[in-house]
């Protein structure tokens, strides 16, 4: 989300400024623009590149900060290894309440010295019944920075009787109630600029927050303070200018309620859907960097919303300078990010993002948002240009999410942690541990000579030189701070093989086997090591994605194992993730220790990713498979979404439910990030839906939806390029494709496959089998016989 820029006029009562007396009891100086605090932008320390974020910003992250409504302070973050010593080792403690929770994040505090709370009514009642401030701490299971803080400060007994003593602490999986990362981070983001996990915010027992930030180190470090030292301010201003801490949250609330309004104004529609794509093209190739791809110099997100837009930018320009322009930009960013480091070469899959310019050095997490969009992305470049690397691209993916993140249930997990225990031992995790190799390790795998290689290569040869290995390790120490990384490599491929084959005198077919059977070797070998942490969570949105991702890559390759997947996929969710009796999506379910599919205790109810997601897998399930099984519960759904979550004053839908009370914003996403935003692809889900039913009211609804966000798409469609992709769906009229033929020949089959195989963004597909057909939409442009299906195409 973009930092929000709020109007609110400065405190003008000089006496209550609770944030200036924590600044000066803190750093010492009472200036608001003292050199301390005009480092960087806006007064503020930017963060190292070692600093992980979950999702892509588009806003400057900061270091360790601590914020308010009126003023803010910004120091430099303590490393892992730095404060009073070294931190203390976990004693095997009874659990606190975290214990009971099903979260693996939650579950990974249970033993904490603190008296962690889940996010819930229990902790909110004794938090007015001791009229005590609220410590929220927010984060997720494979978060490393969230790991760094646990081990330095919350597992510090005397930081947790600080803590447990003088405030109601609640833990929350942002993951598992991302309404209520949203609310609080909108509040960091808006007070300071930036924001990350894990994140810090101080509330009022009424849950209106007034201090945030984002990691604290454990003590003070020179002129860092630490989390010890702001707890006891904070203590001191809650007793001595309790009245001012309330009046500024309850006024910045109140400015964020305001400055986070998303509505349709009278009479107002979408901006004109031509209009907006070039805008959004011209944003996307003025931040686009040449050389390696990708829209920024480093850090580099694989930001798959921005190549789709760009690929159906393309479709419907393909004869301009602009459209072979974003075909370019695409193709190169998804080549480049199949090369790079942060391609898991051994393992198969792409970690979260890299640190680097030329997606070398990841953040090693693997998430499992990330391989969904990006296998769509990879086998909608491989429609388009018909290169087969792409294709195995994509499903390399599903492969690595076949292994390692499915559930015998049908499920996917939700992500692989970047950190883990060396391979050689230890008692400390390092990010990176699992994936990376050193120059002797490689050596004594591969010590073959290959017959006919020059100057007597050895396989450990050839294959080093392929992938960029060195003798002292191939990683910038820029990009290790921590020195974690110091004499190991990670893979990226530095020549093509048929560079490789020349350089060793050997030919392409034999180099090409000879780097397969390397990676084979070293994928057991992987076997051996210490696994990362599996965070066996499954979320419904998150597996909505997935389903697109299995569903399109298997029409798309005809691939029937692949697409027998996606329907074991949809199947887990009706039946693990649908309360058929409530009609509603459960938000998450999880792994228990007997490998069974478990529910919370109090499971918790969908949210609008989980509906908007789900029904666009549904969708791609059922153009893939033309079961209308799975488009009658698209459509149930969709009724359930908009009952549920539609704004009928402003338009557009919610992110979660607006009747709960907890809930302080009422938020409409806008912006498409790590994943795309509901809204966004709530209005193609829509116009879909319109098409396929003959509803009416769902493509005016679509048509609402972007007039609600005319603002965002006029100035910055750069913040929606899915959202773009929709207002060009309802801009361009759609071709729907229907093939008359017998059920089960195998000349319709043909005729599906090679409809599939093309890149049609605007198609709407169906078959015609007499009784059986779907709908008697009017909206049908064209009947295709199997003769000239091809051709018309």
Known sequence: MFPLRLAWPPAKNKRVDPVRLLSIALLGVDKPNSPEQNRGTNGLTPLPASYKTHSQPTFRTYQYCFFSTTSRACLNMASGSEGAGNPPTKLQRPPNRLGLEKSSYLLQHAHNPVDWYPWGQEAFDKAKQEDKPIFLSVGYSTC????????????????????????????????????????YMTFVQATSGGGGWPMSVWLTPDLRPFLGGTYFPPRDSGRR??????????????????????????????????????????????????????????????????????????PKFPSPVNLMFLMSFWSVNRSSSEGAEALQMTLHTLRMM?????HDHVGQGFHRYSTDSSWHVPHFEKMLYDQAQLAVAYVTAYQVSGEQVFSDVAQDILLYVSRDLSDKSGGFYSAEDADSLPALGGTEKREGAFCVWTWLEIRELLPAVVDGATGGATEADIFMHHYGVKEQGNVDPEQDPHGELQGQNVLIVRYSVELTAARFALTVEKVSKLLASARAKMAEVRKSRPAPHLDTKMLASWNGLMLSGFARVGSVLDDKALLERAVHAARFLKEHLWDAERQIILHSCYRGDEMEVEQGVSPIAGFLDDYAFVICGLLDLYEATLETDWLRWAEELQERQDHLLWDAEGGGYYCSNPADPTILLRLKQDQDGAEPSPNSVSSLNLLRLSHYTGRKDWSQRSQQLLAAFSDRLTRVPIALPEMVRGSMANHYTPKQVVICGERDAPDTSVLLATVNSLFLPHKLFRRDFGSQSLSHNESVTAIIPKENCADWL
């Open 144 to 183: 490393h920075w969230c790991h760094v803080m646990e081990r330095e400060s919350f597992e510090d007994e005397e930081i947790g009787k600080i803590l447990s003593d003088n405030f109601v602490c609640i833990k929350v999986d942002r993951e598992e109630r991302p309404d209520v990362d949203k609310v």
């Open 225 to 298: 303070p630490g989390l010890k030292t702001v707890l006891a301010r904070i203590m001191e201003q809650w007793v001595d200018n309790r009245d001012g801490l309330e009046s500024s949250g309850e006024r910045v609330l109140e400015a964020l309620k305001k400055g986070t309004s998303i509505a349709t104004n009278p009479g107002e529609t979408p901006p004109p859907a031509p209009d907006v794509a070039y805008r959004c093209f011209a944003q996307l190739a003025h931040s686009y960097e040449e050389e390696y791809g990708g829209f920024r110099d480093s």
């Open 338 to 342: 199949a090369l790079g480091g942060i």
